[in-house]
């Protein structure tokens, strides 16, 4: 007895049969003919390949289930997710953005969906006595003492490269943020003629392919660094050590990709592959990247410069900061980027499991910075799943002076999730270099959206802080957010973590886990491992 796997392709030979002698009788019978035909071929060819078994024992049903797995992720996000549940952005953050760019009623009714009870609930204390703001634009003052020091909103575009996004999200962007007074991060593709065209404030980043000031062997060139630091459209310089979305990781531009405008702000040439190795050569250990850091900042006439990371080995970092004491070199700012990730696409195992959680790694660098009695000259921003004006606030209670967003001001331009930034086939128009799909953006009206969500925000920032009876974003400490740990106890931020007191490594180790480890063992000549983890990493050797 014929299996019944084989049942339905038996049962469109059948009427691929009766549409041919009916086509006899009848020419609207050839319609028939060819959609039974048609699959009946298909399902032939699922027989004779060899290749997937699947299809071999399931000729033409096999397709069905393909096809409902491809569009499986919008099944589950658009009717079965709740609207809480963030993966990785939930619907409830999605729709909040979209209202505030839209510029429409962001209010909810009938209370929280959130349970209040539950683990890692959080909130922000107020005040009885609440307090009045004048103004919704919270500034942070950057390379103060410098050449051409740069006050920086709270809330800014974190690094997006052209290349990544499309022309038309480039502009938008840029458009918003010129007319919100905000800055707009380039991204390591460099500065692209679309970045040029409405003057917004630029933080240029500099990556370990040196794009926009490399020469023809990939190397840091001088003269061509000046050319764009000196723009007064760039207001600061921002070296990426790593980023959060595939931190230890560099990577790859097919040659296909590498179109004349892609090579033209990057300065290589057009139509060849396109490397951005995992490590700088410009420098080798922490002392060799201050004086690198120091560098840049003089030959961009005395701009704020400083460095992106997402925190891997704490040693790395400490000998970083143990380097700032020694030399006196410091950052005007550190830019930490949790290992949530972010726009640029990396492999599963990345995204899941390396680098440190954006609340973690903003806490080492601070304390460090606090303990090293050397927070009141460094900045701290911190980037990583912030779309709403309570993400911007905790992470300030943590220690951040201002945050960034990418994903965010992504669903201000419209995105809508489909997680095919990495395939050329946005469905919006933004993470495409595909000149049909990116130009059903328009750079106009999406400019007014990441101008109006940049607003909202920071309008919501400014009624959570006067609730508070607080008058600025840097009155924020870890005392004003408590966070559910069970259900029978919360904790305030300052009780659930430790802090380091002001001046305390400069007396000793602090009574701190990853200090007790890892601090005496960092060294500022050198990245390189402690002698008792390289010797861990030895012992399957013996």
Request: aromatic share 8%; net charge neutral; charged share 20%.
């Amino acid at each position: 007895m014929l299996p019944s796997r084989y049942w339905p392709f038996v049962l469109v030979l059948l009427l691929t049969v009766l549409s041919a002698v009916a086509a006899a009788l009848t020419p609207l019978a050839w319609w028939g003919l060819v959609v039974f035909g048609a699959l009946s071929l298909v399902g032939l060819v699922d027989l004779l390949q060899r290749k997937q078994a699947l299809r071999r024992n399931y000729p033409l049903s096999s397709h069905f289930r393909y096809g409902l797995e491809s569009i499986g992720p919008e099944i589950r996000q658009y009717f079965i997710e709740p609207d809480t549940l963030e993966t990785p952005f939930s619907r409830q953050q999605r729709a909040i953005v979209y209202q505030r760019a839209k510029d429409v009623l962001d209010k909810r009714p009938f209370g929280t969906q959130r349970d209040v009870y539950g683990d890692d609930y959080e909130w922000i204390n107020h005040s009885l006595q609440p307090a009045r703001i004048d103004s919704h634009d919270f500034r942070i003052a950057v390379g103060e003492g410098r050449a051409q020091p740069y006050a920086a909103s709270v809330f800014n575009i974190s690094a997006m490269s052209f290349g990544s996004l499309s022309a038309n999200a480039i502009r938008a962007l840029n458009a918003g943020a010129k007319r919100g007074g905000f800055y707009h991060d380039t991204g390591e593709g460099s500065i692209s003629r679309y970045h040029r065209e409405h003057g917004g404030d630029l933080v240029w980043e500099i990556g370990s392919g040196y794009f926009g000031c490399r020469d023809g062997e990939g190397r840091f060139d001088r003269e061509a660094f000046k050319r764009n630091a000196l723009d007064p459209q760039v207001k600061m310089v921002e070296l990426k050590l790593s980023q959060g979305a595939k931190p230890g990781q560099g990577g790859i531009l097919p040659a296909a990709k590498v179109s004349a405008e892609i090579a033209e702000a990057r300065g290589v040439p057009a139509g060849v592959e396109c490397h951005s190795p995992a490590a700088h050569n410009a420098f080798s250990t922490p002392i060799g990247l201050l004086e690198f850091i120091d560098e840049l900042r003089t030959l961009s006439g005395g701009k704020p410069t400083g460095f992106k990371l997402a925190v891997g080995h704490p040693w790395e970092w400490f000998a970083i900061a143990k380097a700032m004491r020694e030399t006196g070199i410091t950052p005007d700012f550190i830019v930490v980027d949790g290992g949530e990730g972010g726009t640029g696409a990396a492999p599963l195992e990345f995204t899941d499991h390396v680098g440190a959680p954006m609340r973690e790694a903003l806490m080492l660098v601070h304390n460090t910075l606090v303990g090293l009695d050397l927070r009141s000259r460094v900045k701290v921003a911190a980037a990583g799943k912030i779309v709403t004006a309570f993400d911007i606030a905790r992470a300030m209670a943590l220690g951040a002076d201002w945050c960034n967003a990418a994903r965010g001001f992504m669903f201000a331009l419209g995105c809508i999730q489909s997680q095919s930034c990495h395939t050329d086939r946005c469905p919006t128009g933004i993470a495409t270099q595909d000149r049909s799909r990116q130009a059903a953006l328009d750079p106009g009206d999406k400019a007014t959206r990441v101008y109006n969500f940049h607003r909202n925000t920071v309008v919501a920032l400014k009624e959570l802080l006067a609730a508070a009876g607080l008058t600025h974003p840097s009155q924020l400490g870890p005392e004003h957010i408590v966070r559910r740990v069970s259900s029978t106890e919360v904790r305030s931020l300052a009780t659930l973590h430790r802090f380091v007191p002001q001046g305390r490594l400069l007396e000793g180790v602090p009574d701190h886990a990853v200090f007790q480890v890892f601090w005496d063992r960092a060294r500022p000549d050198s990245f390189g491992a402690p002698p008792e983890a390289a010797a861990m990493m030895a012992s399957k050797l013996r």
